[in-house]
């Protein structure tokens, strides 16, 4: 499954569709197109992406990582959670 949200913190009814399709326990995405905030209370997913934008150009940077054209990259500008504080970066070169 892949589920974007936007601001999904003021939204409990787009917090708990989110809840039923990750109870469903199939692999999941979730692609957070707001601030990264609005995945803090999605970890239970198999994979976060902070989109930080519900922009075209965001979009298709979602969509070739997706489809592996891409690797992701970057710094989260704000914590999701506890789980990943300021300035987390997914490291894929083992460096």
């Known amino acids: 499954l892949i589920i974007g949200v936007?601001?999904?913190?003021?939204?409990?009814?787009?917090?708990a569709l989110?809840?039923?399709?990750?109870?469903?326990?199939?692999?999941?995405?979730i692609v957070g197109l707001g601030t990264p905030a609005d995945l803090a209370s999605f970890t239970a997913a198999d994979v976060l992406i902070a989109a930080n934008g519900p922009g075209n150009l965001n979009l298709e940077a979602v969509?070739?990582?997706?489809f592996g054209d891409e690797r992701p990259g970057g710094k989260l500008p704000l914590p999701i959670g506890e789980h990943y504080p300021i300035g987390h970066a997914l490291n894929l070169a083992g460096n």
């Open 63 to 66: 969509v070739s990582v997706l």
């Open 6 to 15: 936007l601001l999904a913190l003021q939204s409990p009814e787009q917090r």
């Open 18 to 29: 989110v809840e039923q399709l990750l109870a469903l326990d199939k692999p999941t995405i």
